[in-house]
Nanobody, 121 residues
């Protein structure tokens, strides 16, 4: 079993930046993903990265603004979020999966509890 713990969420003004972190409880070779869910909406794929970092995908709504990265020594994956918009407001979740980078939430085996991001206009 593996635990994932997200951190770094908060309140930021539109145009600002935040960096989310997701720490895994043990060394792993999983692909990692970030998803988000706003109230009343379905969970949305944000970004994903393979274990080596050689494969990275972004959701269309965040391309060019968000950057995913990972540090396998620290067992941590990051999501740098720039040029934030009010529509980025959501709970952000990290996930780990044994398959390659996937955009479907059901493809991931492990999930964190989420961290809230609120972007004010």
């Amino acid at each position: 079993q593996m635990q994932l713990v997200e951190s770094g969420g908060g309140l930021v003004q539109a145009g600002g930046s935040l960096r989310l972190s997701c720490a895994a409880s043990k060394r792993n070779s999983y692909s990692m993903g970030w998803f988000r869910q706003a109230p009343g909406k379905e969970r949305e794929f944000v970004a994903g990265i393979s274990w080596t970092g050689g494969s990275i995908l972004y959701g269309e709504s965040v391309k060019g603004r968000f950057t995913i990265s990972r540090d396998n020594v620290k067992n941590t994956v990051y999501l740098q979020m720039n040029s934030l918009k009010p529509e980025d407001t959501a709970d952000y979740y990290c996930a780990a999966g044994v398959r390659g980078v996937q955009v479907v939430a059901g493809a991931y085996e492990y999930w964190g509890q989420g961290t809230q991001v609120t972007v004010s206009s």
